[in-house]
């Protein structure tokens, strides 16, 4: 299996900041890396698909980039709605795989 | 557009078979991958596997022995089957669709909780 890696694990910050989630694939997925946006009792929502394709509706604060082994998402300027529990998920191997998640939480 | 809904017992003995059905209404089930995905409580994501419209499936190697999906004979859902469940098989499950490597799991149900106790 792929191991996916995320860091941090939790993380606060203020309305606002620019904040960066990393991911790491155990081995190489090329840009088969997506992006999700959990919120407190929701089903999971695709923020970003290959790494770096912000998905319709999703607001262009949220970007992603990456390769290989290496990925990050970022949020340009918090908002409070983007408090979540945010999760990567490599779509190379037919057996998929999600990192353990970040938790945002707005200071 | 495609919209998921699980629906199955929220209650299952130890030992039983956990059988849940995701329906899929406004768009076919004729292409793409029709996955399952849990959560525990206070856990991440754990995905459980999919099943190709053409039958192929593809499980979680963690759970691939008690692990069952199927395509509906009115081929509008799908079906996962759980079987010789524990109390670490209570999760919120959801079914999804997955548009394949290039563009993820795109739509989700809002998820069922199971509970397995006696």
């Known amino acids: 299996d792929i191991k996916m890696t995320q860091s941090p694990s939790s993380l606060s910050a203020s309305v606002g900041d620019r904040v960066t989630i990393t991911c790491r694939a155990s081995q190489n997925i090329n840009n088969y890396l997506n992006w999700y946006q959990q919120k407190p009792g929701k089903a999971p929502k695709l923020l970003i698909y290959t790494a770096s394709n912000l998905q319709s509706g999703v607001p262009s604060r949220f970007s992603g980039s990456g390769s290989g082994t290496d990925f990050t998402l970022t949020i340009s300027s918090l908002q409070p709605e983007d408090l979540a529990t945010y999760y990567c998920q490599q779509s190379y191997s037919a057996l998929r795989t999600f990192g353990q998640g970040t938790n945002l939480e707005i200071k | ?118």
């Not at chain 2, 299952?12 to 995701?22: A, D, F, G, R």
């Not at chain 2, 004979?73 to 919120?92: C, I, R």
């Open chain 2, 1 to 118: 557009q495609v919209q998921l809904k699980e629906s199955g017992p929220g209650l299952v003995k130890p030992s039983e078979t956990l059988s849940l059905t995701c329906t899929v209404s406004g768009g076919s089930i004729n292409d793409y991958h029709w996955s399952w995905i849990r959560q525990s409580p206070g856990k991440g994501l754990e995905w459980i596997g999919y099943i190709h419209y053409s039958g192929s499936t593809n499980y979680n190697p963690s759970l691939k022995s008690r692990v069952t999906m199927s395509i509906g004979t009115s081929k509008n859902e799908f079906s996962l089957e759980l079987n010789s469940v524990t109390a670490a098989d209570t999760a919120v499950y959801y079914c999804a669709l997955d548009s394949g490597s290039y563009y993820g799991m795109d739509v989700w149900g809002q998820g069922t909780t199971v509970t397995v106790s006696s």
